[in-house]
């Protein structure tokens, strides 16, 4: 509950909204109570006047008073029904986009770093389906569980001015329906609400990551093991669905017959007391619809403790993301970044969290301002997570890094990104237009500086070509551009950002002969007065730099000369 109980501290800015839905559910419902009690009251009243003769003249019976107050409990309910829909909805809206707010602000400082770890689909359908899921805790069941504590208590005081036995009986039943019976099926229902939200999430990302790698999928004709794995899933996610459904269903009937029940005793006490002239026969009616309507209140709270489980499931997930510990650590007083950009790696060590064998060990490097260096080697020998970690997204276990002269946790991380541009070779292109992608290297370029940014990168003829130019949608993950113009995009923006570092990680991968000569031009021209630090296990990209370092298990040991066929040495090297 602890963790139900945190999600409801950020609910607090909307806490006047949550409670006018409250207010608005309370007076909704007590005016359907009142409006079925007193047309029921009415409609009897109305039948007794008819047959009752006295002295040879009909009863008189002053029907305007209850049927205005019948009309004006109809307006109320139904102009209070429509209002507590708007207000609850929008607070869940609002306390939604609060806690939405707050995840992010959460997971920033974990973006660099911590994230990567995490599988992206996982992490993308989790906490999508876990942050939806959150809607429940106002709407289905704070509101609900409120609105049926004050609601009973005004029925059941009301009931007493009548008569105790009768209140006495419905308190018994109302409390076995309204708190043993979901407490029950709070139990029974807890497990499979939990592997609900289990099983939707691992289905997203099922489904995420068929889609993203659907191409290499159906290469490799592992497409239908797939797809029949995620089918596996999405039968079980059914099933358990399914066996919380009849659970629902049962809960519902038992509750349908305990209200059932109450009012059958209702009726038989009401008329033990009518004998005995204890109680009039419009009294009587009266309490019979009103006990009949005050189990209305309690309909929703079964399914709502039901789902509490997954409540609890999803409120978890949510705080587990949000409470990683940051891969690395800022420091209070950080030193202003230095005009002299040397880098130095003196025996750095790293591994990352669950690895038992050093990834990187006892590596130094010196790298003066200005040099052209390239950083080879397989596979797996820590290439990429070496520029991991001159970008600062993890701190080495042992060693450090300097920049110039300083150690990196000395600055502020945000501050040392401005120093590095980098070129990987997944250009990440979000939905938006050309322009919108270019401005994330600078969001306050002219248009000089974005026409300049278009020329370095060669994507002059492409934008001309386009209807729309710069203001061409680009589409989600770049799919409306090619891999060589997604890496010019991409290149443009380095360019934009004219940090006096450039990292590349593998710039040409998975382009076609002609658009890596032209990336690589543009690229020589662009590093031209910058330090340039490339790592790849290709020939592509080397006439680029003056070094080559070459990385094994063993260390960092520098070739002779640059090497025209970087793959017969890395395959022949130990």
């Not at 707010?101 to 992206?120: D, V």
């Not at 031209?528 to 296990?537: A, E, G, N, Q």
């Not at 520098?558 to 395959?571: F, Y």
Request: with cysteine; hydrophobic share 50%; charged share 15%.
């Amino acid at each position: 509950m602890k963790d139900l109980k945190f999600f409801l501290i950020l609910f607090k800015p909307y806490q006047n909204w949550l409670l006018a839905g409250i207010l608005l559910s309370i007076i909704t419902t007590l005016g359907g109570i009142a409006l079925l009690t007193v047309s029921g009251w009415f409609i009897t009243s109305s039948a007794i006047a008819g047959v009752t003769v006295v002295n040879d003249l009909a009863a008189s019976f002053n029907y305007m008073q209850p049927a205005a107050e019948i009309r004006a409990l109809a307006i109320v309910r139904t102009l209070g029904r429509y209002g507590e829909r708007i207000i609850t909805h929008e607070a869940t809206f609002r306390v939604l986009a609060q806690v939405r707010i707050w995840f992010f602000a959460q997971i920033i400082p974990l973006a660099t770093g911590r994230l990567a770890l995490l599988r992206s689909g996982d992490l993308l359908a989790g906490m999508t389906s876990d942050i939806d899921a959150l809607d429940g805790l106002y709407l289905r069941l704070i509101a609900p569980v409120t609105v049926a504590v004050f609601g009973l208590s005004a029925v059941l005081l009301f009931i007493y001015q009548y008569s105790a036995v009768i209140a006495l009986n419905t308190l018994i039943l109302l409390f076995i329906a309204s708190v043993i019976v979901p407490l029950i099926f709070n139990r029974l229902g807890n497990d499979g609400a939990k592997a609900i939200v289990s099983l939707t999430a691992n289905f997203k990302t099922q489904q995420i990551e068929i889609l993203q790698g659907l191409r290499d999928l159906v290469t490799f004709q592992a497409y239908e093991r797939f797809k029949n794995k995620a089918l596996r899933v999405s039968d079980r996610l059914i099933e358990t669905q399914r066996g919380n459904n009849r659970l629902t269903a049962l809960s519902s009937a038992i509750t349908l017959f305990i209200s059932q029940l109450s009012l059958l005793l209702t009726v038989i006490l009401a008329a033990a007391a009518l004998q005995q002239g204890e109680m009039s026969a419009t009294d009587a009616a009266l309490l019979v619809f009103c006990v009949l309507a005050a189990f209305e209140l309690i309909t929703p709270l079964a399914p709502a403790m039901q789902m509490l489980g997954k409540l609890q499931q999803a409120a978890q997930h949510i705080r587990e993301v949000a409470t990683l510990p940051p891969t690395i650590v800022e420091t209070q007083t950080p030193l202003s970044l230095p005009k002299n950009f040397d880098l130095a790696l003196e025996n750095l060590s790293f591994r990352y969290e669950g690895q038992n064998e050093w990834l990187i060990e006892n590596l130094s490097l010196t790298i003066p301002q200005g040099s052209k260096i390239a950083i080879v080697g397989n596979s797996g020998m820590g290439k990429t997570s070496l520029l991991h970690l001159l970008l600062r997204f993890f701190d080495p276990q042992q060693g450090q890094l300097l920049l110039n002269g300083a150690n990196y946790q000395q600055f502020n991380s945000d501050e040392l990104l401005s120093c590095f541009g980098l070129l990987s070779q997944r250009s990440q292109l979000f939905a938006t237009t050309i322009r919108g992608n270019l401005l994330i290297g600078k969001a306050d370029a002219t248009d000089a500086e974005l026409n300049a940014a278009i020329a370095a990168a060669g994507l002059e003829s492409f934008i001309q070509k386009l209807p729309d130019g710069l203001e061409t949608w680009v589409g989600e993950q770049g799919l409306k551009v090619s891999g060589g113009e997604a890496r010019r995009i991409a290149l443009a923006r380095v360019y934009l950002k004219n940090a006096p570092i450039i990292l590349l990680d593998e710039p040409t991968e998975g382009l076609d002969a002609k658009t890596e000569e032209d990336v690589l031009a543009a690229l020589e021209m662009i590093a031209k007065d910058k330090t340039l630090i490339m790592v790849t296990h290709r020939s592509a990209g080397l006439k680029l730099v003056n070094e080559v370092y070459q990385l094994k298990a063993a260390g960092l040991s520098k070739l002779p000369s640059i090497p025209e066929k970087l793959e017969q040495v890395l395959l022949y090297s130990d």
